[in-house]
């Protein structure tokens, strides 16, 4: 069983990365699950907004995605003891923060997303006073909570289901090393693969293979059926 979702969109996609993805685990027998969480503007921004105005704005898309990934496995279309974690972009933020407040899932993959809201881990071009109050209610210094409520990096110590993490441009890599080193001080299981002429959307033969090498082999230890 296997969920994945893509970033936040205005045009409806679900997932930011090729359509071959879906093709190559559905072949294998992997279930699959793209839910409609509120960080998705498929629908409208309505919701994405109220949420963020919360500024505690993680755990209302998680909890869209969890109570979907429920719904599931109560159809009988899934089984709770072997459920992964796949997301990108927006939802690599997402998976990350599940992996360290949620014990449900056996394995996460969380590519080219981000583990950290502070200004240091994001780089100064992708924060600005404007941002930090509509997304947290002012700086770090002024809201500490709200940084990290929404910060998967926090929860590192947490972390107890193996995850893979996977980067490309060094400007989103630095939070990835730190959460990973979190993870691994904690007595968890994180490996960071960093790829470093790729895109925010990998496309290179070489480095889907590694990604879809690495994924395969994670849910056949920690998932699949036949392990």
């Known amino acids: 069983w296997w969920a994945l979702w893509g970033g936040v969109s205005v045009t409806g996609e679900l997932l930011n990365g090729p359509a071959s993805e879906l093709a190559f685990w559905a072949k294998r027998g992997y279930a699959q699950f793209l839910p409609d969480y509120r960080g998705n503007m498929a629908y409208g921004t309505r919701r ?10 993680m755990g209302v898309f998680a909890s869209d ?14 089984d709770r003891d072997r459920l992964a974690l796949v997301g990108h972009s927006w939802g690599s933020a997402i998976a990350s ?15 080219e997303g981000w583990n950290s809201f502070y200004p240091d881990d994001m780089g100064s071009t992708d924060s600005d006073e404007n941002d930090e109050d509509i997304l947290f209610g002012g700086s770090p210094s002024e ?22 993490l996977f980067s490309a441009a060094p400007r989103k890599g630095g939070d990835f ?19 470093p002429k ?19 082999r ?7 059926k036949w392990r």
Do not use: Q
């Open 48 to 57: 994405f907004w109220d949420a963020i105005a919360t500024h505690r704005f």
């Open 65 to 78: 995605i969890l109570s979907g990934v429920d719904a599931m496995v109560g159809r009988g279309l899934g």
């Open 97 to 111: 923060w599940i992996a360290g407040n949620d014990r449900r899932f056996k394995a996460v993959v969380s590519k």
């Open 143 to 164: 809201a500490p909570e709200a940084y990290a409520f929404n910060s998967a990096i926090t929860r590192a110590d947490r972390v107890k289901a193996p995850i893979l």
């Open 177 to 195: 090393d730190k959460f990973c080193d979190g993870i691994n001080r904690s007595k968890g299981n994180c490996r960071h693969f960093r790829f």
């Open 198 to 216: 790729e895109e925010h959307v990998f496309g290179k033969e070489a480095s889907m293979r590694i990604v879809f090498a690495e994924t395969a």
């Open 218 to 224: 994670l849910f056949a230890r920690h998932v699949a």
